[in-house]
């Protein structure tokens, strides 16, 4: 069989030619994880992550379906004062996964976005504002980042002015290095920050999301203090660093497109079709999160056993020829659009919606602002954050006018 190493660094700036062999010489591939030595089936080819996604053989809760010994070596790599923060839906199967998304799931439908419109673009506005004056900015610290988080922040009703921690213990308890002391010490500050802003919200209750939730905790058997400790954390990661890879990629996708973005600019009627596009094209979230084998499964021919990991590879999906005409070509007005950036069945993406509105923001606040934007460095000097499951520029230095 083919041989590929998806974790290999050099692929960080462009995993497309790598996806493309993939899906193209080996659509259905097992290779061997290098931190924990196990296999990991990847998925390629579009047809196949769907199916996947949709697929009940295969889920998140190993103990309901796997023997006691994989469970216990599973869990020994798991162990330690980061593992509380993993019991959030998307690491759980229906029925947990139903309660808990349930318990949010109003305040993310598109209709309860639409009216933060008016809110985001005054927080996008403020934020360029700043910028006044200023003919170098880098787009990832001064917009990109800030805008999500403010966003999810004042929804959840935690303090913006912490969001420079946020980003650091984010950056460290997402991307490690893995079992290092660093990484356990972010995540116990990060989990005793939550702890302590679920307490104070406790005492002081008021009209935002983090309330609510603590009002379902309290109602007992609908969410316990762990779950709630965990909702907050994966709304806090999901909602930022996600959508700051959308405005981030999305950018530079555009000024290595300047076709493109000069029809967005001259009609801004393209933004919907335009923010789809940039999903598909440059996806913020490379790979989905693994799922486990509960049965031998069959996909493409091979079969997958029992007991062993899945990835559906999002970023090659998206890319798939068979779904997507001329796949490596930008195309603003590209209708359909089937991508998967979000998933599909039960975990797709509860920040859709936000996340769709947020970046209609900002490219249009960013193309209104400035009649000029370009790349201020060589795109190969760009940095990518060394994580393959969120895909993402450090920083992305612009000359502005
Ligand atoms: C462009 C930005 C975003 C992208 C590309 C994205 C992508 C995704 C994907 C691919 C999944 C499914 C992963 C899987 O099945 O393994 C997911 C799940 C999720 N996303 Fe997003 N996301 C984005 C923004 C957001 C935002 C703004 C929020 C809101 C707070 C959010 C909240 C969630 C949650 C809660 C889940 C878990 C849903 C479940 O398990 O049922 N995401 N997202």
Redesign the pocket.
Known sequence: MASFDPWDRTHLPDPHALYRAMRTDAPVWRGIGPVTGRPIWFLTRYDDCVAA?RDSRLGKDLERHLDAEQVAAERALEAGPLEPLGRN??FVDPPD?TRL?RLVAKE?TPRAIADLEPRIAAIAADLLDDLAGRTQIDLVADFAHPL?VTV?SEMLGIPIEDRVRFRRWVDVVLRGPVGSDQQTLAGMEFIAYLNDAIESRRSAPRNDLLTALINAEEEGDRLDHTELLAMVF??LV??HE??VN?IGNGTLALLRNPDELARLRAEPSLMATGVEEL?RYE???GV??SRWAFEDVDYGGVTIPRGEIVIPV?LAANRDPEVFPDPDRLDVSRDPNRHI???SG??L????P??RLE?AIAFSALLDRFEQIELAVPVGDLEWNEDFFLRGIRTLPLDVA
């Open positions: 996604l839906m998307l996964h998304r993310f999500p999810i994966l709304l999901a909602g996600t959508t959308l999903l996806g913020p979230v989905a999160t999002l950036a979000f998933g039960i975990h993406c509860l920040g859709a936000l996340a970046g």
